[in-house]
């Protein structure tokens, strides 16, 4: 794979270009993947981009075309001849041809469909009357259908005739003349078969499908389950509308993945890559949830305020505020992050609720004493004796101890409580990690810490 920090390689590139020696740059270009071309040409002038582009021969375009940014695909698109436009819209698949609509602007879409064939546009159309988030808004149309009453040789001799145009033909699928699917064979058994071998006798007939308006992510997390390469998506009727490849799939769990890291980063998700996102964009994507934070903290102070006169009576406590706060924000967010990702995996739910908040307890109990024990040697042994702070005696640190065992236990029952709440009431799971958990366990905290104060300390 083409390292881009290799200056060599984007300096040759780069000095070809500008001595237009095109055949060389069209000869280094066919040494790399799709995927690496359009990361080279992300990194040329936009001035150049077209000339580069137009280096490649048309199928090789029209990968690089399908993984390049929107972009750079819409300089490419304003400088295409209409001929040039249809040669690239040809060789896209449906499913290409639709990610590409839904990132241009409207201007360019209707160029797209006036130079796309009929057939094409009315699948597009079907496909763009699903929700964002359902399978039927990835799938494509173009896979190979089989009838159940063909031979061997007849499969063949359709796969071959019409295979050229489908997404993938690793899997066939076969159905009734009402188009209801009826069970797939792989092109591994129409080989291994004979000739004369009817499809209803070798075919498949348990067939794992998804609806047109099942979650997309669900959908992705099936093709990983049972490894398949293809998943057939069905409409009410279980007809065979479309199928989901592993491809689309694996860009699901990407865009999943990536959305979950900013909600619990507290950042609103945003599909843009970083280096291309405004600053202004950057700035409304983060500012509504650290103001949100913001005033939410405000509680904190509230809470050292009511007992500021306790903090004067004794000051050493104040020190140990941020160590206590720290730790509670640490387990709250261990036991989000771990009960998040088993909601992701479809491995928990909410009626799971209470085996969920058993484990926590127990848990945040043996991390709580165990914690509370190393921190009591601690302030005895390095606080009292060796740095002689006569403040910190053992009533200061049995309250700093056992706040310390009541907030690691509330923290993660927090932690883990929050994420299940909010999947439940439809919710994403992320939008309750690490900061909202953090500013809730910094007030529980603290009135622990100031009422273990007030008990032993008689402050």
């Known amino acids: 794979m083409l390292d881009l920090e290799n200056s060599r390689v984007m300096d040759e590139i780069e000095e070809l270009s500008s001595r237009k020696r095109w055949q060389e740059i069209r000869d280094l270009l066919f040494l790399f993947e799709p995927a690496d071309i359009a990361a080279i040409l992300a990194e040329l002038p936009l001035d150049r981009l077209p000339v580069v582009y137009r280096l490649l021969p048309k199928e090789l375009a029209a990968e690089v075309f399908v993984e390049m940014d929107p972009e750079e695909q819409e300089v490419l698109i304003q400088s295409f001849s209409d001929a040039e436009l249809k040669e690239v819209l040809d060789e896209l698949y449906v499913d290409d041809t639709v990610d590409l609509i839904e990132e241009m602007p409207a201007t360019v879409v209707k160029r797209i469909l006036r130079h796309s064939d009929p057939e094409t546009r009315r699948s597009v159309n079907e496909i763009l009357k699903y929700p964002e988030d359902s399978a039927g808004s990835i799938m494509t149309t173009e896979f190979v259908d089989l009838k159940r009453n063909m031979t061997v040789a007849d499969a063949l001799k359709r796969i071959r005739r019409t295979g050229i145009d489908k997404e993938t033909i690793n899997i066939c699928y076969v159905t009734d003349p009402s188009r209801r699917l009826l069970g797939l064979v792989s092109i591994r058994t129409l080989l291994l078969a004979d000739q004369e071998d009817v499809i209803e006798d070798i075919m498949e007939t348990n067939v794992v499908s998804a609806s047109t308006m099942e979650d997309k992510e669900d959908v992705a997390q099936d093709l990983s389950k049972y490894d ?73 102070g509230v809470v050292i305020s009511s ?14 505020i941020p160590m206590l706060m720290g730790t509670g924000g640490n387990c709250g967010n261990q036991s989000s992050v771990a009960v998040i990702r088993g909601l992701s995996l479809n491995e928990i739910d909410f009626s799971d609720l209470f085996s969920v908040v058993w484990k926590e307890g127990r848990v945040a109990l043996l991390c709580g004493v165990l914690l509370a024990a190393g921190n009591f040697v601690k302030l005895i042994v390095v606080d009292r004796i060796l740095l002689q702070n006569s403040e910190v005696t053992v009533l200061v640190a049995l309250v700093i101890c056992l706040t310390l065992v009541c907030t690691v236990f509330c923290a993660k029952v927090v932690g883990c409580l929050l994420p299940l709440l909010a999947e439940k009431t439809g919710l994403d799971p992320a939008v309750m990690a690490a900061p909202f958990i953090s500013t809730i366990v910094d007030v529980l905290s603290l009135l622990i810490y100031f009422q273990f104060a007030t008990w032993l300390l008689k402050l």
Request: glycine share 4%; aromatic share 10%; proline share 5%.
């Open 228 to 300: 398949f390469l293809a998943m057939p998506v069905v409409d009410k009727e279980h007809r065979l509308v479309g199928i989901v490849t592993i491809d689309d799939a694996i860009d699901v769990m990407e865009e999943e993945a990536t959305e979950d890291f900013e909600l619990m980063a507290a950042i609103t998700p945003t599909d843009k890559p970083y280096l291309r996102a405004g600053v202004w964009d950057t700035v409304k994507s983060r500012l509504p949830w650290l103001m949100l934070l913001m005033l939410s903290a405000t509680f904190t």
């Open 307 to 320: 007992f500021e006169d306790s903090l004067a009576a004794c000051s050493v406590l104040i020190g140990f």
